[in-house]
């Protein structure tokens, strides 16, 4: 992501890195659904060993998931935050690199900004876990370069949250970089055809958050 995307972050993921999966379990909710309704999506919807990225995969979590719900798939995650790829690195025994390269099996690790470094083209699959709600005023280009990185009938599935009744607590949110926004869930559905829809409340209704899943519609073929 470039400086606009979260390249502030940095410093913040420096500190947190270490320690995020332990706390973020308390917060990130939806990401195992997300990825259960992705493979079952994706066995309707697909005929072959996926492709997929995550993007803004942090420490790995959901790439080691990924490797579960998808043994025959290549993995690709891409992260600005170098402290976070340590750790994913460390956990899955991937190596870090400058720019994916196309046709490798199993999994790389990719450091740079989305539509900054080469990621060895499309994908089937793209993932987004509790990510675009950090992008700040650069929201709107990152979904839709999410958007175009997904191949002709590949799937587009985002969690992330989704608004909250409580000032207070979207205050105190903001502190940590992340911006509720109730728009992002149609914004993720211009140009897909949407095949999972969900919104989930957390604590009672002090947060909501979302599942969305949507396939991009397969080049037509003209009559001859």
Not at 42 to 52: C, K, L, N, Q, T
Not at 60 to 74: M, S, V
Not at 91 to 110: E, M, N, Y
Not at 160 to 189: E, Q
Request: hydrophobic content about 45%; some cysteine; aromatic content about 8%.
């Amino acid at each position: 992501m470039s400086k606009l995307i979260g390249s502030d972050l940095s410093g913040y993921y420096r500190i947190h890195a270490p320690i995020y999966d332990l706390t973020r379990f308390w917060f990130l909710f939806g990401r195992e659904r997300l990825l259960q309704l992705l493979q079952q999506r994706w066995e309707e919807v697909g005929a072959h060993a996926p492709r997929i990225l995550e993007i803004g995969c942090g420490t790995g979590r959901n790439l080691r998931r990924l490797q579960q719900h998808f043994p025959t798939a290549r993995l690709v995650g891409v992260d600005l935050a170098e402290a976070m790829l340590e750790q994913a690195e460390e956990a899955l025994d991937a190596r870090v690199q400058s720019c994916a390269t196309p046709g490798l099996p199993g999994l790389q690790l990719v450091h740079g900004g989305l539509g900054e470094v080469d990621l060895g083209g499309s994908f089937d699959i793209v993932v987004a876990s509790y990510m675009l709600t950090m992008t700040g005023e650069a929201q709107g280009r990152c979904v839709a370069a999410a958007r175009e990185l997904v191949r002709p009938g590949g799937l587009l599935a985002v969690v992330d949250f989704h608004a909250t009744p409580v000032p207070l607590f979207a205050r105190w949110m903001a502190k940590n970089h992340v911006s509720f926004d109730p728009t992002l869930v149609d914004a993720l559905g211009q140009g897909l055809d949407p095949l999972v829809a969900e919104q989930h409340r957390a604590y009672g209704g002090l947060w909501q958050y979302f599942l969305s899943i949507g396939q991009r519609p397969r080049a037509s073929t003209a009559p001859a």
